[in-house]
């Protein structure tokens, strides 16, 4: 999404070492003034969150350098004597702000808010990630017809693999020239997770927990790899594996819609008003006709790209598969369409996204490579293959500045994962390759159930949230991996 650096540049910045950045950063313990709370910007509307910014370096190979500002938020433990810390929170991306999380966790109109035992054992702590929303945002500059095409782009030949390679190589340029093009090589999951250090000590706090989703149970890891004995309790939901967001967990979205979709067919034939199919074969049917038809004929706006992805996208919960049943019924006799709110800034979701997907690790830069992915995964998983395997602006990235940091066994055991069987963002193949480089540092719960996100908010599997609940309010994590079955609803 930003143009690319100079080569130049490129290698000399991936020259250079990092790997004691992060043993510098936990040995240095603070004691910076009390922060200034105060009121949260206008666009976090939560009225129990209290705000405030937090300097840190843009570079952290040079700690007396630039500085930006990362905004910090926190709902406060009403039950001082039941209090042990701070609750870090991260809720995915990336590219999502954090700050208006903790007012969501603790909101008692969600279905399941976070727990009161848990909310009275910590302050709830929120941030935007450096490059997102309050804390130095980036811009691509990216343009509606960039937008619209949303984050998966489906090519239906090899030719359409080239001409997604150009609007690819545009976005990268146009990263790489922006106003904002200075942050770009520092935009990294672990210049994030050093953020977090520096939001511990200014927080006085000699440990942090953490709850970490999707995206943000990368982070967690790569935080509690970094400074291991600055985690207390570390809870990640809906895992990534080892790597992070990188190339191969890109394609394995493919793996999660194939795991997932049975879920919203098995809905759909339930559901017969809604004319997709009396049976799940004929609702499995009915997507490939529509993709098909909008591949030749878009209605409304949305060709057979964009209704791949928005399908993928709705099943992320089990409440908007009543909205995709809605949406393939209105495509499927040209009628208006559900609204569909849109974040307030879009620019920014996308840019800093691409930020830190590509600078994290290396991408593959033969089109050709790409190409020869496409057809494999258009056949192995014909639903959403062909996307998940295209080409994306990351081909065009220049190195990263660091290599990623590499997630072990090494640290205390403290650290609980929790994994849908069926989530289609963040399938369990990652969650069991995140679980085996742990070793005994974690223990891993899963519940049989669809969707991303397995505890509190949407979640609803009560062996699930109540394995996790106990974890951060007494520490207590089961002997062994835990299998919660599935559940009547």
Same mark, same amino acid.
């Given at each position: 999404m930003r143009k690319a650096l100079s080569a130049a540049l490129a290698v000399a910045v991936a020259a250079v070492a990092m790997a004691s950045v992060g043993g510098m950063s936990e040995a240095t313990t603070s004691s910076a003034a009390p922060l200034a709370w105060g009121p949260c910007p206008a666009d976090v509307l939560s009225p129990v969150l209290q705000c405030t910014t937090i300097a840190v370096p843009l570079d952290y190979r040079e700690p007396e350098g630039r500085k930006i500002d990362i905004a910090v938020s926190r709902v406060v433990s009403r039950n001082p004597s039941e209090r042990r810390g701070v609750l870090v929170t991260n809720p995915g991306g990336p590219g999502a702000g954090g700050l208006d999380y903790p007012g969501l966790l603790v909101n008692p109109a969600v279905p399941k808010p976070l727990p009161q035992v848990v909310q009275d054992r910590y302050d709830v702590i929120g941030f935007d990630p450096r490059g997102v929303g309050h804390s130095a945002p980036v811009t691509c500059d990216v343009t509606p017809e960039q937008i619209a095409r949303r984050n998966f782009w489906y090519p239906e030949t090899a030719a359409g693999v080239r001409k997604d390679a150009r609007v690819a190589?545009?976005?990268?340029?146009?990263?790489?020239?922006?106003?904002?093009?200075?942050?770009?090589?520092?935009?990294? @999951? %672990?210049?994030?997770?050093? &953020?977090?250090?520096?939001?511990?000590?200014?927080?006085?706090?000699?440990?942090?927990? /953490?709850?970490?989703?999707?995206?943000?149970?990368?982070?967690?890891?790569?935080?509690?790899?970094?400074?291991?004995?600055?985690?207390?309790?570390?809870?990640?939901?809906?895992?990534?594996?080892?790597?992070?967001?990188?190339?191969?967990?890109?394609?394995? @979205? %493919?793996?999660?819609?194939? &795991?997932?979709?049975?879920?919203?067919?098995?809905?759909?034939?339930?559901?017969?008003? /809604?004319?997709?199919?009396?049976?799940?074969?004929?609702?499995?049917?009915?997507?490939?006709?529509?993709?098909?038809?909008l591949a030749k004929q878009p209605v409304q706006g949305i060709d057979g790209s964009l209704f791949r992805g928005i399908t993928f996208d709705s099943l992320y919960s089990d409440v908007g598969l009543t909205t995709l049943a809605a949406l393939w019924q209105a495509l499927d006799n040209n009628q208006p369409l559900p609204p569909e709110p849109q974040p307030a800034d879009v620019d920014n979701l996308i840019s800093s996204r691409h930020h830190v997907l590509c600078g994290d690790s290396r991408w593959p830069k033969s089109v050709r490579s790409y190409q020869r992915d496409v057809v494999a995964y258009r056949l192995a998983y014909p639903l959403n293959g062909a996307g998940a395997a295209n080409i994306t602006p990351c081909a065009y990235w220049p190195a990263p500045v660091e290599r990623p940091v590499r997630i072990g066994d090494r640290g205390p055991s403290n650290v609980l994962m929790v994994q849908n069987l069926r989530d289609p963002g963040t399938p369990l193949v990652g969650a069991r390759e995140l679980r085996k480089a742990f070793g005994q540092r974690a223990r891993m719960v899963t519940a049989d159930q669809g969707g991303h996100g397995a505890y509190v908010l949407l979640a609803q599997n009560t062996c699930a949230n109540d394995t996790v609940t106990t974890f951060l309010a007494t520490g207590q994590r089961p002997q062994h991996d835990r299998a919660c079955p599935a559940e009547p609803r």
């Open positions: 190589q545009a976005i990268a340029r146009q990263c790489a020239t922006s106003e904002t093009a200075s942050l770009l090589p520092h935009i990294t @999951t %672990a210049n994030t997770a050093r &953020d977090m250090d520096r939001i511990r000590q200014a927080l006085g706090e000699p440990k942090i927990s /953490y709850l970490g989703t999707s995206y943000g149970t990368y982070l967690g890891a790569v935080y509690t790899t970094l400074f291991p004995q600055r985690s207390d309790r570390f809870v990640l939901d809906s895992n990534l594996g080892p790597k992070g967001f990188d190339h191969t967990a890109l394609q394995r @979205t %493919a793996v999660g819609m194939h &795991d997932r979709f049975p879920d919203f067919a098995k809905f759909a034939a339930a559901n017969p008003q /809604y004319g997709l199919g009396r049976t799940p074969q004929q609702v499995r049917a009915k997507y490939f006709e529509l993709a098909g038809r």
